[in-house]
């Protein structure tokens, strides 16, 4: 096979328009030309009135050493990359050990599928309940306020990302192709194939809940055990190393290998494991606000008379300014045609985050606009003062929201002129349990605050509108990403505990669904081949076809 890149058609090009254009870059006869497939599909829109596709392409074609000794200098010429994923190791028949894989979100999950097809009959703990539960607790808290701190955005079978646009790109580096294996298991569990092409994937809340499902039944078939409402609170280790852990029902559960996946928001875990001495440090992470406009404002600003192209969709954005005051603000997790959603995860506090289903159909576009802090200047001096910094603004949102989880808004206009709002205008919020209109001066720190004021500017000169009075604030913004790292060394384990895997988002290593898929692929291999008995197949790179779905 043959990959060829760059290859650029008008947006409403027909159905043979890409076969020509193969055949015209490599100066084929058509009879030469025996199939292709679409590996990747961009599109340029900084010409709104000309939008280019831009695809990627694997061919069949005769004499294809030939084509390459003659486009040997064209670096759009080459031969297409094994993306096939290959096991690196298959367990022994008689399994001496499970490991532990702690919490089901992108990254558990894969650690546990992966660990299952390996054949290693992974025990996956999660403190949460099975995705199903959890949603009716979550839709339950939006509409009666009544938070479950075990059950919610953060918490539960599939993890934060199951309550967000279900975004599948990341910028990690994947020389390996872990990420191809992550979406073609998303496929297998019911993904649209086209994530497969699209430049920007996604897939929405409600295909996330029912692919999670399908996932869940793939490793209980493979030997897997998954046990939900199973918090751990203690670990156990001996001169070193883990040894195993304690759930909350005072259950203990024998391992040398445990997978810490716990995600970003598991403040009682990461109090735990440092006062059990795992090394962890502050790192840092952005605090902000989210910010609605009308989605067909941001439809027409980035495609002009394309807006509404089905191959295009729902417009999105991404937005960054370096600030008089040395501070960063950025454009964060952009939903288009969704809504910001209630993120809590503790009694008394306000988080918001953004969600949107497949069709991305809603009225509003919403991202968060978010500035960039870190420990030496803004929370030093602990290891866990990020997680104080945040609980600090999350409390001060719920009071100025009114202590009912309503969240504290306010209109851009009187946000960028320094007053309090009175009444919403042509933006109406999709947050709820509902908004309180306020100052929001009140819920950041003032260099936030000044940096904000100072970047929507800014980005209305990039997006004509986003500064327009009536768009609308939403406060506060503050998971971002985990405030903590729990470092680990080349093998994946803890520097300073043999035997724990830090993992994912919550362990600093990942952001978002993809890269914490990924994360959890390469832990899961560290762990299989640290595994007693495990056969390795690194050497020969063999495939376990039974189970492989890349």
Known sequence: MLRLTEIKLPLNHDENALTAAIIDKLKLKPEQLHSFTVFKRGFDARKKTDI????????????????????????????????????????????????????????????????????????????????????????????????????????????AGTFSDGKLYSQVKDPKHYGRKVMSEFVAAGAPDEIM???????????????????????????????FSSRVDDLHIEDGQVTGLTLATGERLNSHHVVLAVGHSARDTFQMLYDKGVYVEAKPFSIG??????????????????????????????????????????????????????????????????????????????????????????????????????????????????????????????????????????????????????????????????AIREAIPAFDRQIKGFAKADGLLTGVETRTSSPICIKRGADYQSINIKGLYPAGEGAGYAGGILSAGIDGIKVAEAVALAMPGVQSLVADAGVLPATDAG
């Not at 650690?111 to 607790?137: C, H, N, S, W, Y």
């Not at 897939?203 to 996932?215: Q, R, Y």
């Not at 495609?303 to 295009?312: D, E, R, V």
């Not at 995860?345 to 802090?373: C, K, L």
Request: a neutral charge; charged letters at 25%; one cysteine or more.
């Open 197 to 227: 092409y699209v430049s920007k994937p996604h897939i929405g809340t409600f295909k996330l809940v029912a692919m999670v499902e399908k996932m869940r039944a793939t490793i209980i078939e493979l030997g897997g055990e998954i046990r």
């Open 289 to 450: 606000f989210r910010i609605e406009h009308e989605q067909s404002m941001i439809d027409e600003c980035r495609f002009g008379p394309n807006a509404g192209n089905p191959i295009l969709g729902a417009a999105d954005y991404k937005l960054v300014h370096h600030c008089s005051n040395g501070r960063t603000v950025y454009s964060f997790c952009m939903c288009p045609g969704g809504t910001v959603v209630a993120a809590a995860s503790e009694q008394g506090r306000v988080v918001t985050n953004g969600m949107s289903q497949y069709s991305r159909h809603e009225r509003n576009a919403n991202s968060a606009i978010v500035v960039g802090i870190d420990p030496e200047r803004d929370y030093p001096g602990h290891p866990l003062a990020g997680i104080a910094l945040q609980r600090r603004l999350e409390e001060q949102a719920f009071k100025l929201g009114g202590e009912n989880y309503h969240a504290p808004a306010q209109l851009i206009g009187d946000f960028l002129a320094a007053k309090s709002s009175a009444e919403l205008g042509e933006v109406k919020p999709s947050y709820t349990p509902g908004v309180t209109l306020t100052d929001l001066s009140q819920v950041l720190p003032d260099f936030a605050i000044a």
């Open 52 to 159: 280019q596709l831009i695809y990627t392409l694997d061919i069949e074609v005769d004499n294809e050493a030939a084509l390459l000794k003659t486009f040997a200098k064209d670096q759009h010429v080459k031969p297409s990359p094994d993306t096939r994923y290959k096991f690196v190791a298959k367990a022994p028949e008689q399994l001496p050990e499970r490991p532990i894989v702690i919490g089901l979100g992108p990254c558990g999950l894969f650690a546990g599928l992966v660990l299952a097809q390996m054949g290693f009959k992974p025990i996956i703990l999660e403190r949460g309940k099975e995705v199903r539960e959890r949603t009716k607790d979550t839709f339950g808290f939006w509409r009666g306020k009544e938070l479950n701190p075990e059950s919610n955005v953060q918490y539960g079978e599939g993890g």
